[in-house]
């Protein structure tokens, strides 16, 4: 009762953060609550990125020098599912926190206290997910697509932990879904109209759409998982007339929406830098919208690429080859338009500029590798080979985490109100740049040799390209310290950034001062031309 | 921007070079028709993204040359053009289209798998291959395990890796040249997945599914390949070998094999001394339990027992044998009694029972194993 | 000063709480409590549920405490129209979710149907599966031969319906008619909210939570039949495995149903609806018909056909 009446008082929107930890445990604020899911990403990044570490130590060289074949699959799994889980998707939801009340003009998110719920079940999840590494028998060993029966009747126990964790995370994302949808429909400041709405307001509502759509499916798959496991039920047993194949078609209907998931926003965000410095207007803005959603609608039509060799019959195979052969246009759309705005643009190259260049080309060679895999008799050929290992991590990699770092450079300024060092951040990008493609390039070549995909151990012809790819592993890793050094170092020492800190930026943002005030507006913004679609 | 174009242009050469001068860079060609025919998609795929690659690169590098600020360059204002627009669709979804009809004419001889000369089903085990050869009616005529024979000596470092490092086994299939040979390819526990390069064939074992496969390879000798589907821990160590032989030499290996069978169906009722069933139990030991219990036989506890002075290893004989013959539901201990005969699984346990200081001193014999199941 | 209460403009963003973080140590305790216990009940070992129990006392006490500021927030006034339509909006997609939830066990049925089954039985696309490996099993729908007899003893009966003239000593009809009036009850309790008859109200939803508990009554008694009489249970195979996945979220959602329209009950009784002002009672009267489709198409391709 009295909470509601301070509440009354303190409603004039001025008051700052409450001091201390509590700030940070109570908070209804979507700055705070983005802040803590970018922290929280970050540290998922290192933890999985020293998994991956693990895994590319022990495949340095041929035979088993530092960890054990099961350890290796536990360090395999772990590490996409806190990459997928646990960095790039919260990392996303981070930036929607703080830019979506921003740029649609509204005070905070819609349901703030669900909010804050939504963030706080994910560090317990990652907890119990984690904490089953140290456990006697062992955590998760059967890759990230936890494909039945190894993930059923050939399970450690820590499988138990790890469904009800994949179900905490579901809901978290499902109610942060809920939270943009609700923000981006019912806040948008009066004459912000949807075909007004900056791109990574509408990369993020169709994005919201594809998680509820696919979270409550993944949590039935996980459920009847734990029902085959413990309860006796045969959905994934032949011999009780299921078939462990309908668990794939289950999870690709998942996890294929779940992969545009984590590209979509970095679209959104790529749309906002390359205008931002080119000084030019995003080129077919409509066009942009309308092929997210393409890609979007799409993505439901395509998940059976993922099982080309599961010994589908051919009028299946052959429907999944062209569904998603076509992805590729409405993507290519998305590329066109970002080159024809550079084009005649007056450009400069800040580091998020850099690292959104970088993106275009290298999500791009990602997508191609994607469409060769799409083409069904030569997948035989690439499937659950390294070449899949090369194509997903492009496209995740310098493609989803790079626009997540350019993100963050880009909208630093107006977090933190001090501007990075310019020298850093294009230092802390080189080194990625390069230490990625060192990394990710030659499993390219590995692949096509023929090295499959989750094995701590290989045959003496992938030794050199598996050799550079460590190499190029240890870079990339070494330069994410540099990345937190250079934040830190700009919070601590940046010199103070203006409103309007990039001067091609535009957006209701940018019209607010640097830092951010604690409630975006008070008062809904009057919306002109010239910030709208950005 | 110098130094960016420098990188595209150092992979771009990479990849021309790889193409261009070493074979070990791209997908094998194979040796069969079909394999030729993939190889031949994915080059055409390929280059296919070459050309657009360069063109949208190039088109984006040019404009980051030209149109920079430093060099006083002014932003135009255009923003839209539906012409462009619709050429960028356009376009694409045609090169798609031309790109589809070769890929769905390719995958519809893949699945052409009537009109076999012969059938050899392939059953996936955590971690090896079982081939049986039918005959006409699909029934089995002789059947073998296929397992790893890289030393362990040589994965953990301790001697010289072999030039097939990983990529032998004890007893690999054989198949004749130019037959059209059909595979059922299934699994006991996980899924597994069964690949061959150099015939473009990969194919998922599904535990309780079938899936089907077919290749005809014109040139003898040997291919490798590996299972390729995350089955546990010892899935980067269950390889696939083929041995393509002439016809008339795979007839007569054929037809001896089929001899062979026959006598080990004699030995069922044959008595053995202890010393023979210990050294074939070894053997057998070693190929199917060393992998989990060990070769000490101390196993990796909790996951894997030892079985180093336990009840079950000096108490009653039969209920040994049986835990041997059914396995434990739902862990890792397989029911070998459908993968070994009865002169293995008595030599096995028999071995068991008198290794690392186990004392039973009791004698297993094959007729003890065949007795267990007909006496119920 | 902007002030939600007074300025229609002004959204009303609620203060800082300890209720989320207090709702999230309730969820881990209750998910760790969970999971020990199934590992051990599994592994044959002694097993408690307690702590289970206990994070699932903080959850429900947060989620009480929470409800009832937010309810306390509306009388005071706090919340305008803006707020009210992100109420709405947060309803309804959650309502999609959980659609999308049942859609996974409806796809994996239709898949076993329509797909699976056949093939283990010998046909179509992939025969070879049913006649090389599984020579004995037929393709039949319900299952009650499972392809491994001795791994999955399959029922002895199942629970599709007779024909239809036999209907009216068919348990599942019946609670479709119930569920079904309940709908219709739910409705009439918002018809009397618009026409402000509070009795009304009171009756027609005391009514529908009643209708919520007898079909529950019937279902367990179904399942106690299924498992005592018919032999019908978790591991008789792909039938009953699809059958109480089904029709068990179902029940599930129907408590959780049930529950809510309580709780809007007494909220009517303490008068706190009014003609414009009544979303609680939306919230639950949607979530219950949403209930009630589900059962229509569970009771159709479980059930009939
Ligand atoms: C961000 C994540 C992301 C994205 C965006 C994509 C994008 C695409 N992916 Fe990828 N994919 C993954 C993440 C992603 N993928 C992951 C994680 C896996 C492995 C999962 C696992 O097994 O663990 C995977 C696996 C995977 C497979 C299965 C491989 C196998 O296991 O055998 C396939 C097969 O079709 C595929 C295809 C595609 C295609 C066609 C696209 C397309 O969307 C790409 C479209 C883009 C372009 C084509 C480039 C730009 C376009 C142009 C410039 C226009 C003109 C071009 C032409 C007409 C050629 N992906
Ligand atoms: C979603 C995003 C994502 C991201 C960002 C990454 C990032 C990386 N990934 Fe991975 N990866 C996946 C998603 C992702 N991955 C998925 C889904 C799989 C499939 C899993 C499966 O098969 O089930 C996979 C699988 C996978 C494999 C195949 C494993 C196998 O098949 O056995 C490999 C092997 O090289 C690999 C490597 C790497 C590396 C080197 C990085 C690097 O980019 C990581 C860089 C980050 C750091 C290194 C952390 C920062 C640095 C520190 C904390 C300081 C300490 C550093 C030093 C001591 C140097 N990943
Ligand atoms: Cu068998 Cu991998
Ligand atoms: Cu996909």
């Given amino acids: 009762m009295s909470e509601a009446i301070s509440a009354v008082d303190h409603d004039d929107h001025s008051h700052g953060p409450a001091k201390g930890l509590t700030r940070w445990l109570f908070t209804t604020n979507h700055k705070d609550i983005g802040t803590l899911y970018l922290w929280f990403s970050f540290l998922m990044l290192l933890i999985g990125g020293v998994l991956a570490l693990v895994v590319r130590a022990e495949l340095f060289q041929p035979g ?62 990652f907890a119990m997910l984690i904490s089953t590494l140290f456990s006697e028998a062992g955590g998760p060993n059967f890759g990230w697509t936890f494909y039945a029966p190894l993930s059923t009747t050939y399970a450690p126990d820590s499988v138990t932990f790890f469904i009800l964790a994949v179900h905490m995370m579901g809901a978290s994302s499902i109610m942060g879904s809920i939270n943009i949808i609700a923000t981006i429909l019912n806040m948008r400041a009066p004459g912000m109209t949807l075909m007004k709405m900056p791109m990574f307001v509408w990369t993020w509502l169709i994005t919201a759409y ?96 993922h099982m ?92 989803a985490l790079f626009s997540i770092m350019a993100a963050v450079y880009f909208w630093f300024p107006k977090w933190t109100g001090k501007m990075y060092s310019e020298r850093l951040g294009k230092l802390h990008f080189w080194f990625s740049f390069v230490g990625v493609n060192i990394t990710f390039f030659p499993q390219h070549f590995s692949g096509l040799a023929g090295m499959p995909r989750r094995i701590p151990d290989y045959a003496l012809q992938f030794a050199d390209f598996n050799m550079v790819s460590s190499i190029g592993a240890f870079i990339f890793g070494f330069s994410q310290i540099l990345f ?47 910030e709208a679609h950005a | ?15 021309m070079a790889g193409y261009g001068f070493a074979d070990e860079l791209n997908m094998p060609v194979g040796v069969t028709e079909i394999s030729r025919q993939v190889y031949g998609l994915h080059m055409t795929i390929f280059w296919v993204c070459v050309v657009i690659g360069a063109m949208v690169f190039g088109v984006m590098f040019w404009s980051i040359i030209s149109h920079r600020r430093s060099l006083g360059y002014k932003a135009a204002s255009f923003h839209e053009s539906t012409t462009l627009e619709l050429a960028w669709t356009i376009i694409p979804t045609i090169l798609l289209v031309i790109m589809a009809v070769p890929a769905t004419q390719v995958l519809i001889a893949m699945y052409d ?120 821990k010892d899935h980067g160590f269950m390889p696939v070998v083929v041995e393509v032989m002439e016809e008339a030499a795979f007839d007569t290996w054929y037809a001896q094999e089929v001899v062979a069978a026959a006598v080990r169906e004699e030995a069922m009722s044959k008595t053995f001394t202890s010393e023979e069933l210990m050294a074939e139990g070894k053997q057998v030991y070693t190929t199917f339990c060393a992998s989990c219990h060990l070769e000490n036989g101390q196993g990796i506890p909790p996951a894997f027992p030892s079985l180093v002075g336990t009840e079950m290893m000096t108490g009653p004989r039969d209920e040994h044998l049986r835990l041997v013959f059914d396995g434990v539901p739902g862990s890792a201990m397989q029911a070998f009694g459908k993968q070994l005969d009865a002169v293995q699984l008595a030599s096995v346990v028999h071995y068991e029972r008198h290794s690392w200081g186990n004392k039973a001193g009791d004698i297993t014999q094959p007729r003890d194993v065949i007795n267990l199941n007909s006496g119920q | 000063m902007a002030n939600a209460a007074e300025d229609s403009s002004v959204y009303y963003v609620p203060d800082s709480g300890w209720y989320p973080i207090a709702l999230a140590v309730g969820l881990i305790i209750m998910m760790m409590g969970l999971g020990s216990y199934l590992n051990a009940m599994s592994a044959g070992e002694s097993n408690s549920l307690t702590q289970s129990a206990i994070g699932f006392g903080i959850v429900a006490v947060v989620l009480y405490c929470w409800f009832g500021k937010v309810i306390a927030e509306n009388q005071q ?81 199942s629970m599709v319906a007779p024909n239809i003239s036999n209907w009216l000593s068919y348990l599942p009809f019946w609670n479709t008619v119930i569920l079904l009036s309940s709908s219709v009850t739910v409705h009439w309790a918002h018809s009397a909210i618009k026409a402000q008859n509070r009795r009304k109200i009171i009756t027609w939803l005391g009514i529908t939570v009643l209708l919520g508990i007898i079909f529950l009554g019937l279902q367990v008694e179904e399942y106690v039949i299924a498992y005592n009489q018919m032999g019908l249970t978790l591991g008789s195979g792909i039938y009953g495995s699809t059958f109480f996945l089904l029709t068990g979220f179902h029940g599930f959602h129907v408590t959780l149903g049930t529950v809510i329209l309580f709780v809007q009950f007494i909220r009517s009784i303490k008068g706190h609806f009014s003609a414009n002002d009544c979303f609680g009672f939306e919230a639950a009267s949607w979530y219950w018909h949403f209930v009630d489709v589900v059962w229509v198409g569970l009771f159709i391709v479980v059930y009939v056909l």
């Fill in chain 1, 64 to 125: 088993l020098q530092f960890v054990s074949p099961d350890f290796f699959n536990q360090m395999t799994t772990n590490h996409g599912l806190i990459m997928v889980f646990g960095a790039i998707m919260p990392a996303f939801v981070g930036l929607a926190n703080w830019l979506i009340p921003m740029q649609v003009g509204a005070p905070d998110m819609a349901l703030p206290r669900m909010n804050n719920l939504s963030f706080w079940i994910l560090p317990f999840a």
């Fill in chain 1, 210 to 305: 594809l998680l509820l759509a696919v979270m409550p499916v993944l949590a039935g798959l996980v459920t009847m998982m734990l029902f085959d496991i413990h309860f006796g039920t045969s959905f994934f047993n032949a011999a009780g007339g299921g078939d462990p194949v309908l668990f794939q078609h289950i999870f690709w209907f998942f996890g294929h929406p779940e992969v545009y998931i984590m590209i979509l926003p970095a679209f959104g965000i790529v749309s906002h830098i390359i205008p931002a410095f080119a000084r030019k207007r995003l080129f077919g803005y409509d066009s942009m919208v309308y092929a997210v959603a393409s890609i979007a609608f799409l993505s439901f039509i395509v998940w059976a690429h």
């Fill in chain 1, 308 to 399: 080309f060799t599961v010994g589908m019959p051919l009028a299946g195979q052959l429907f999944f080859m062209y569904t998603t052969m076509l992805i590729a246009v409405p993507t290519g759309v998305k590329v066109f338009n970002w080159v024809s705005t550079m084009w005649r643009g007056s450009m400069t190259f800040e580091t998020p500029m850099l690292f959104s260049i970088a993106f275009v080309v290298l999500f791009t060679i990602g997508g191609f590798s994607g469409l060769m895999l799409a083409i069904t008799p030569a997948d035989y050929q690439y499937h659950d080979t390294y070449f899949v290992v090369a194509h997903f991590h492009y496209v995740l990699v310098p493609g």
């Fill in chain 1, 484 to 530: 937190l050094f250079v934040l830190i170092h700009g919070i601590r020492n940046g010199k103070p950034a203006a409103a309007r800190a990039w001067e091609g930026a535009r957006g209701l943002e940018w019209t607010l001062p640097s830092p951010a005030p604690y409630h975006s507006f008070t008062h809904p913004p009057k919306v002109t031309d010239d």
């Fill in chain 2, 1 to 15: 921007m110098k130094q960016s174009i420098k990188y595209i242009s150092v992979i771009l050469g990479l990849i």
């Fill in chain 2, 113 to 232: 798998t009537g009109g076999e000369d012969m059938t050899v089903e392939v059953r996936g085990y955590q971690w090896k291959w079982q081939y049986k050869y039918l005959d006409d009616d699909y029934n089995q005529t002789f059947s073998f395990f296929s397992t790893l024979s890289t030393p362990k000596d040589q994965i953990e470092n301790r001697s010289v890796k072999g030039e097939h490092y990983l990529l032998e086994v004890d007893n690999h299939l054989r198949i004749p040249a130019n037959r059209k040979v059909r595979f059922l390819i299934t699994s006991e526990d996980v899924i597994h997945s069964w690949w061959v390069p150099d015939f473009a064939i990969k194919r998922d074992a599904v535990p309780g599914m079938l899936n089907e496969l077919w290749t005809i390879v014109p040139e003898t000798g040997f291919y490798r390949g590996q299972c390729t589907e995350l089955c546990g």
């Fill in chain 3, 77 to 157: 006034g706090l919340v305008n129209s803006t707020v009210k339509q992100s109420y709405v909006w947060g309803m309804g997609w959650f309502i999609f979710s959980e659609v999308m939830f049942f859609a996974a066990f409806f796809g994996a049925l239709y898949y076993v149907r329509v797909l699976a089954v056949p093939w283990l039985g010998g046909e179509g696309a992939k025969s070879m599966t049913g006649d090389y490996l599984w020579p004995d099993f037929e393709a039949v729908w319900p299952v009650i031969n499972n392809p491994s007899a001795a791994v999955f003893p399959g029922p002895e009966e």
